[in-house]
């Protein structure tokens, strides 16, 4: 099965951290990745840029309302993703857990509806 | 037919032939609607051809022809060929082979209902339901939720189980210690369901300590080197001992130092400790163990007046460090006033009311005025029990929080 891995974090609390610390993250993202990779079960995944370069688009009667910042106003924000194939929730769940900011932010996961 | 017999059989044989077919079929949904069309054959045929000599070789036998029905009628026919070989398989002429070769695949069962995935709420149903064999409509009742909504509430836990990928199998080393926590945690709450009856009349509930019991004793027997399900199987059992001794006939309920000891079920309360003493011998004890502890104290007791507080206090005092939790102190509290520290145990009780940690708690107030009542400071007493009273959720625990306010009065305003 696919799984989307939605990473939040809280992005005020990242930012404050120090440059040192947010290089360490990074790496410890890269190396999660290169494993997912030789594991077979990295479908794909990026970093997102932060809230305050979201737009959020509606089509009300035919016009195209754009309006600055995410659709919900959160503690933690939508920072990133993976797409992994596993075998079983308990897989999708240990790769989860493996996520960095899973220990200070929550991933979430979804069951990718796959296309038939 | 008798339909007490079947009911029996149903609940007892139901979980293991449905655990036996997920693989086969392809699904708990599935596998449940097959072990259903099993027993609804045998509804049809037993009143008139009479019941089989191997009730369960002939379910098992039925179930799995229908699974092979089921399995063909499908258009992944192909894929499924190694499912098909299993099911038709075992030429089991013979009912003793048909029982011998049927896998129990009942803990997977447990595991997939558990999972930590799945809302408490529908934990609970599924595994009521699923593994000791409930109807919906029984399950409804319990907990007093429209039949409708139980249902929904199934049809939902199991469309997530499919769609999610909750896996039906063993969980790994890594993860299992927290999952028989999860399984365990669904038991003891089904069990205090049944135990506090908290809400509404307690003689209209069906009996969900049995049920818990029951699934205690089906974790035992598969998992039977694991302290925690020993432990928490030895509470069940202490505790229910008192079954018929903690409600008087008025269905008011009767406090531990006030019961009938003879009406304790003794048989129980042996098979609880025995149960007890080999979780202990395993290593350092956890929550579960510590809690059967503190029951075995009392069943140990031939008389209230013999309780060993002292010993009570300082099991609670251990229990107070794996579960540093507001209730946990409030007993433990009261054991150190029972050991003969009242005022200690008493500031103790103040000092968790001020916390304000438990203020929507019938317990709290409740202790309070005992411990006030014992210091013959009756006005005080009845003023808590009040509050209580207010706070109680059944009406056998208002009932009886009435009568002692009011008893407390009655001496408040006579000269001592």
């Known amino acids: ?116 | 037919m008798d339909v007490d017999a079947f009911t029996a059989l149903y609940r007892a044989e139901f979980s293991r032939l449905v655990a036996g077919l997920v693989s086969a079929v392809g699904g708990l949904q599935a596998a449940e609607e097959t072990a259903q069309e099993a027993f609804e054959a045998a509804l049809t045929q037993w009143p008139s051809a009479g019941w089989p000599p191997h009730p369960r070789a002939w379910l098992i036998r039925t179930a799995r022809h229908k699974a092979l029905d089921r399995v063909r009628r499908r258009a992944n026919f192909e894929g499924k060929r190694a499912e098909l070989q299993t099911m038709a398989e075992p030429p089991a002429d013979d009912d003793a082979s048909e029982e011998r070769l049927f896998p129990d695949e009942r803990l997977k069962l447990l595991f997939t209902c558990c999972h930590p995935a799945l809302s408490m709420e529908a934990r609970v149903a599924l595994s009521l339901r699923t593994l000791c064999g409930l109807t919906t409509e029984e399950i409804a009742r319990a907990f007093l939720v429209p039949v409708s909504t139980m249902a929904q509430r199934l049809v939902r836990a199991q469309q997530k189980i499919q769609t999610a990928g909750i896996p039906y199998r063993v969980p790994s080393e890594a993860v299992l210690p927290d999952r028989v926590e999860a399984v365990l945690a669904v038991t003891y709450l089904v069990f205090n369901e049944g135990y506090a009856a908290s809400s509404g009349e307690e003689r209209v509930r069906l009996d969900l300590c049995d049920q818990a019991i029951r699934l205690g004793r089906t974790m035992a027997e598969l998992m039977p080197r694991r302290r925690d399900v020993q432990g928490l199987l030895a509470l069940m059992l202490l505790h229910d001992s008192r079954r018929r001794a903690r409600v008087g006939p008025g269905g008011e309920a009767i406090l531990l130092g006030e019961q009938d000891r003879s009406r304790w079920d003794r048989k129980q309360i042996d098979e609880g400790l025995e149960l007890l003493e080999q979780a202990l011998s395993a290593g350092p004890p956890g929550a579960y163990e510590l809690q059967a502890a503190i029951a075995a104290v009392h069943a140990r007791a031939a008389t209230a007046a013999e309780t060993d507080w002292a010993q009570i206090a300082a099991l609670y005092a251990l229990l107070a460090r794996v579960q540093p939790t507001p209730v946990v102190e409030l007993n433990r509290a009261v054991a150190v006033a029972m050991a003969g520290a009242l005022e200690h145990g008493l500031q103790l009780i103040e000092a968790l009311d001020r916390s304000g940690d438990l203020k929507t708690y019938a317990a709290l107030p409740a202790a309070k005025a005992d411990l006030l009542w014992r210091s013959g400071r009756y006005r005080a007493a009845a003023a808590e029990y009040d509050r209580a009273r207010a706070l109680a959720a059944s009406t056998p625990e208002q009932r009886f929080l009435e009568r002692r306010a009011a008893e407390a009065r009655r001496r408040a305003s006579q000269p001592s």
């Open chain 1, 1 to 116: 099965m696919q799984y989307l891995l939605l990473i939040y974090r809280n992005e005020a609390e990242h930012a404050a951290r120090s440059e040192a610390e947010r290089a360490a993250v990074f790496a410890e993202y890269m190396a999660l990745s290169k494993s997912l990779q030789a594991e077979g079960s990295l479908r794909g995944g990026q970093f997102l840029h932060p809230p305050s370069f979201t737009t959020t688009v509606r089509v009300r009667s035919g016009s195209v309302l754009a309006t600055d910042g995410p659709f919900a106003e959160t503690k933690e924000q939508l920072t990133g993703y993976f797409v992994v194939e596993a075998a079983d929730l308990d897989e999708a769940m240990a790769i989860a857990a493996r996520i960095p900011n899973a220990r200070d932010g929550s991933i979430e996961i979804r069951p990718v509806q796959l296309a038939h």
